[in-house]
């Protein structure tokens, strides 16, 4: 599965703020979320020079979504939110921003750098939609924000302690958490522990969907959500993208009851034809839908040398 | 080597710094101080360029880069930069050279980056002393100023760049690509592009902007912009193919049925979006049934006019006699998964069942009668999610 650029943001179409454009062909700076990018070629259009161009064209004041791709974010690190937070006091109706949009053949997932999103989130008190995509360097500040409903974070190696910081930080308008954690070998590697405060549900009482995404430890999690005080608050779960195999998937069924749930989401995942069918007909009937697309199949490791014994050949959606 | 200089007074250690502050790094009297520097450092001080000349020999400099004509009284900051493409936040880069023309990219780059119009910008620089490669029976350049003019004469972006210079012949695909990257309608593009003196293998029309709309490949496309321009369809696809684009919109009847913008049309009401041909799975069921009851055709039929249009179903679909709105519902939920090419698997079966509310049985068994190969050996379920 590869990432790509999003076209719907905000419930807004996307527009790519265009290279030398025309001020009187842009539209009303509410209309659309606003992306960024700029070519990787000396002769592009500087980031600086295209950065003016929309300040000065641009009512910043009606802008309600922005998104930020290459370079603002890029292999060689985070930060672009830094052009934000500096006009802040002219982003006054900005709702919604996504901070790396970048696709694979700009930078892989893992390469994505982020920062300390701290002083971006206090700059901005009236957000309540952020997007990030990439992983490295990310903190998140545990104080949280007070009017943020939606978090996604979508990375291929999501740093364990930023993930902890999520889990930990203080959301009460938080509606909607996806999390994708990635793997270990791209930086990744979040344990159940790191996420105890959001499975206990605490700091985020107006959670209504969550998302563990993306992790090769999803049998664990599903264990862990068997039993996790946060799930009956939850209008929807997802624990997709991830190595779940038929073991997860027993214990989640054994665990609370899940029948208060809408949707669950299991795609991407390693479970047999018998669990499949034993989930929808345990669930279904009862009025959760659940989404089993993406069965995979372990890869066969036996005759590759360089791989661990305890290797299985489950593998995330979203790694490198 | 840069060394510090060794007279004190303010001006002169202005008009020797390379940024023109006042501040390292310096200009050595060894070297040959570009006009542009003579023309800026007029502009800072305030003297003439002639002065600046006068008290730069002065202090040594013997080699100083001067026109071959009269020299101009006074310079403005602002004009003189455009002879510094390369300036960026006010940090000055290589100065233009006397030596040889200036080229279109110089100008352009330079009055997009001062908001001056192509035309008062070369007025500028040939005021100064540049030359610019204007070449011959060229037409002016424009007097209205456009930010897109440098992004539209690059060809490309790699390395310093590859540039299109005045008189060039640009082709229709090139017009249609640099639109796209410019985020403009071809037809603005190409207006520009022949007022900046270029030469296209067309003569662009202002009907063109219609034409070209929604991509211009799509049989439903041809057939609404013809209706609306009075025009053959084969008059369109023949512009269209004029303009630059490889039309693969199937076959366009010349003379179109009155159903057939709504079959053509994705939301079945005759209007845009239009459905487009694909080669590979070609026409998805759901549409064809969708189109047998908006029109109330027969599939079969629906089918038949369709593929005459290029839009063909795979071999393997099975069409039921009477379209069914619960088969429509069937196919929402499995088409964005699967096409008629592939196999429609158990984890399939029970995501269109959940959105269907059907059992899984059920749908299995629908979908194969529709022709979908369902190869995994489960015993489907009867019973029926909640939905």
Redesign the interface.
Known sequence: MSVRHVEQFYGLPVRTFPPYAHPEELPDPDAVAWRFQCGPYATDEDVEVCWRRFTESVELEKVRAVILGQPWYDADGGGGERFLTELAYRLTALEAVFLGDLEEDEAMVSWIGQSDLGPFLAAFPGLRELHVRGGQGLAFPVTGHEGLRVLRVESGGLPPEAAEQIAAAELPALERLELWLGDEDYGGGTTVAQLAPLLAGTGKQNLRHLGVQNSPLQDEFAAAFATAPVVERLASLSLSMGTLSDTGAEALLGGRPLTHLKELDLSHHFLSHAMMLRIWTQLEPTGVRVNLIGRQEAEDYSDVDYMADDADGRYIAVAE | MRRTPEFEDRDDLLITSYQLRGSAPWRTSDETVPYGHVLLAAATTGWSPGAVVARLTALGYAEIELPAGTLPVSVAREDVLLANTEV??GHLGRWAGLGAPLTLRHVLQGA?RTGRSPAEAERLLLSFGYQIGTGVGHPPLPESA??????LI?TD?????TWLERGAEVSARQVLDVAA????SPYAAAGRLVALGFRLPYTPEPEDERILGDGGRSGGHILAVARELGRRPSEIVARLRVLGLEIDAGTVPETPEPDDFVLLSEELDGRWPWLRVNRVVGVQPRHLLRAALATGRAPADVAERLASMGHRLPGNARLPEVADAADVRLLAAVEP?CSLLDNV????V??A???TGRS?ADVAERLVALGYRLP?E?AY?R????L
């Open positions: 960026r936040d997009g456009d930010p897109r003019d440098i992004g690059r972006a790699r390395g310093d760049g990257e410019l985020g403009c998964t698997h158990l984890e399939h029970l995501r069942a959940s959105l899984p995994d489960v379920p019973v029926r999610g909640a």
